[in-house]
């Protein structure tokens, strides 16, 4: 979400992307294909994971008669036996090729297939990839996008599908039982579903589930700036006090120098280089326990806070380093990273509307189809915070700032920028008051998305056995990969107590048709 936000987006292919909602975005980490050949519990030889199946899903749950549209998922079967759980998760606001892995032992997913004998799906979300009801992305077709026909997606699957596996036309819920498991947006839409829709899926699993929509989302940098070097965060604090100042006394030149000091001088509006530099804390979500010091976030804080081979003190160098070593690293790396061969105007401004980034309404488009939903019902704004609390992120970026981009995106769903509902949201499917049983939570300490989840500072919502909370050092749906689990010990332990609950929970079901 840049406001409006997955995580699908890397190296240069983020360039001409204008917008904070995209670059931030939820999305769940990929897992590569293992390469391996699959056999089942007796021996016999299993299809690829990379198969791609079919579901006639319902266009509108609302309306049945306007008929079905093929909705793609991925099926894994080598730990099942009779009995077995079906365990299903969508990666959410992403194509799902290349979410294969999912269905693997290298993630919990598998993990909970493995140690229970059950078969572990990929399923599509609506609009996104090629499940899609319709051959475009107008906002006339994306009126049929929102929570409550996604809700109805996963269940009328895990009700209706007879499963491509020997035995698989009958383990529909009541038959067999099923485990719904996500993370992120998925996480929310896991508790959401199980909220909205109680008795389908009998156990839950959402890892650093947003549950909570929150309109004005300033709370995305707060655990960037508590946990990363706190040299680099003092020196952001200098540079964007320096910008804040500026354009509250309207200095305009000095404005346009410091833009220039980062190459950015063709950029024309300041809100839009405001931006530009949250760029740079966006990095902080590409994160893992098995991501180096390499990375691009801490090249970037290298880039401030190492000078001559001596590390700045936690008070910083100050300001006037800050935005020559800041400005360098735009100059030197991170403009080619981020912008390629574009222009700054071209690739970070947002105010040309006739950029095909506005424009393009096909299919496999994630970007659009996760603005639709940020615009209308879920916000996730990432802006500068109160003036009461420290800022590593300008507070010239307001949520009218996005909310304006959604206009520019759907200029014929709104004639002016929309509020999206997230009161309504939240007292639809809960939010934080979630109380369904047999829904563990997941979640990680330095996970920007922490605060729209149900570990958020200050809501001190009781951990219970019918509905765990657990929390390691890990970052955005750090748990659901076995190899982080290797390389941090808080996020195995997460992993250990969620298979104990799954174990537990499904030793009480017992079947119902």
């Known amino acids: 979400m840049w406001a409006l936000t997955s995580?699908?987006?890397?190296?240069?292919?983020?360039?001409?992307?204008?917008?904070?909602?995209?670059?931030?975005?939820?999305?769940?980490?990929?897992?590569?294909?293992?390469?391996?050949?699959?056999?089942?519990?007796?021996?016999?030889?299993?299809?690829?994971?990379?198969?791609?199946?079919?579901?006639?899903q319902l266009i509108d749950h609302n309306n049945p008669d306007l008929g079905t549209f093929q909705q793609r998922y991925w099926m894994n079967w080598e730990f099942y036996e009779p009995g077995g759980p079906i365990i299903l998760m969508t990666p959410g606001e992403s194509n799902a090729d290349g979410f294969e892995g999912y269905t693997t032992n290298e993630s919990v997913?598998?993990?909970?297939?493995?140690?229970?004998?059950?078969?572990?799906?990929?399923?599509?979300?609506?609009?996104?990839?090629?499940?899609?009801p319709y051959d475009n992305l107008t906002s006339q077709s994306l009126a049929l996008l929102n929570i409550q026909q996604a809700i109805n997606d996963l269940v009328y699957f895990a009700t209706t599908a007879d499963l491509p596996m020997p035995g698989g036309d009958a383990?529909?819920?009541?038959?067999?039982?099923?485990?719904?498991?996500?993370?992120?947006?998925?996480?929310?839409?896991?508790?959401?579903?199980?909220?909205?829709?109680?008795?389908?899926?009998?156990?839950?699993?959402?890892?650093?589930?947003?549950?909570?929509?929150?309109?004005?989302?300033?709370?995305?940098?707060?655990?960037?700036?508590?946990?990363?070097?706190?040299?680099?965060?003092?020196?952001?604090?200098?540079?964007?006090?320096?910008?804040?100042?500026?354009?509250?006394?309207?200095?305009?030149?000095?404005?346009?120098?410091?833009?220039?000091?980062?190459?950015?001088?063709?950029?024309v509006r300041v809100e839009d280089f405001a931006t530009a530099l949250q760029d740079n804390l966006f990095d902080w979500q590409d994160l893992q326990p098995t991501v180096g010091p390499g990375s691009m976030f801490f090249q970037f804080c290298d880039a401030l806070e190492v000078k001559n081979g001596v590390s700045a003190g936690p008070e910083g160098w100050g300001l006037e380093n800050a935005i020559y070593s800041w400005g360098n690293f735009w100059n030197t790396t991170y403009y080619d990273y981020v912008c390629g061969s574009e222009d700054a105007e071209t690739c970070l401004g947002t105010y040309d509307t006739s950029q095909s980034y506005w424009t393009n309404a096909t299919v496999n488009n994630a970007n659009r189809s996760w603005f639709w939903i940020v615009c209308n019902q879920v916000g996730w704004y990432q802006v500068g915070p109160p003036e009461c609390e420290p800022a590593i992120v300008s507070r010239i970026l307001q949520p009218v700032y996005q909310q304006r981009q959604?206009?520019?995106?759907?200029?014929?769903?709104?004639?002016?920028?929309?509020?999206?509902?997230?009161?309504?949201?939240?007292?639809?499917?809960?939010?934080?008051?979630?109380?369904?049983?047999r829904l563990f939570f997941a979640n990680g300490l330095r996970d920007p998305w922490r605060e729209a989840t149900v570990s958020a500072d200050g809501l001190n919502k009781p951990n219970t056995t019918s509905r765990p909370i657990y929390e390691g050092d890990g970052f955005h749906c750090t748990d659901l990969l076995v190899q982080n689990a290797v390389a941090d010990p808080t996020v195995a332990a997460v992993q250990e107590a969620g298979l104990m609950y799954m174990k537990e929970w499904l030793a009480e079901w017992k079947p119902s048709a």
């Not at 996480?187 to 156990?203: D, E, H, Q, R, Y």
């Open 7 to 56: 995580l699908l987006l890397a190296g240069v292919a983020q360039a001409a992307i204008p917008n904070a909602m995209l670059r931030g975005m939820h999305s769940l980490p990929k897992l590569p294909v293992p390469e391996r050949l699959l056999t089942s519990s007796n021996g016999t030889a299993l299809p690829p994971i990379t198969t791609v199946y079919h579901f006639d």
């Open 109 to 132: 997913n598998g993990l909970i297939a493995q140690q229970q004998n059950g078969a572990a799906i990929v399923i599509e979300h609506r609009f996104f990839g090629y499940s899609n």
């Open 171 to 267: 383990v529909k819920p009541g038959q067999a039982p099923w485990i719904l498991i996500g993370g992120s947006y998925s996480g929310a839409l896991t508790s959401w579903t199980m909220v909205n829709k109680p008795g389908i899926f009998w156990a839950g699993y959402s890892s650093s589930g947003v549950v909570e929509a929150i309109t004005d989302y300033y709370d995305y940098f707060t655990p960037i700036r508590n946990h990363m070097p706190q040299n680099c965060s003092s020196d952001v604090e200098a540079v964007i006090f320096y910008l804040d100042y500026m354009y509250a006394v309207g200095d305009t030149a000095g404005i346009q120098t410091l833009k220039e000091a980062f190459g950015l001088g063709d950029v």
């Open 406 to 437: 959604c206009v520019n995106m759907f200029p014929e769903a709104f004639a002016c920028p929309p509020e999206p509902t997230t009161e309504e949201t939240n007292a639809m499917y809960g939010g934080w008051d979630v109380s369904i049983p």
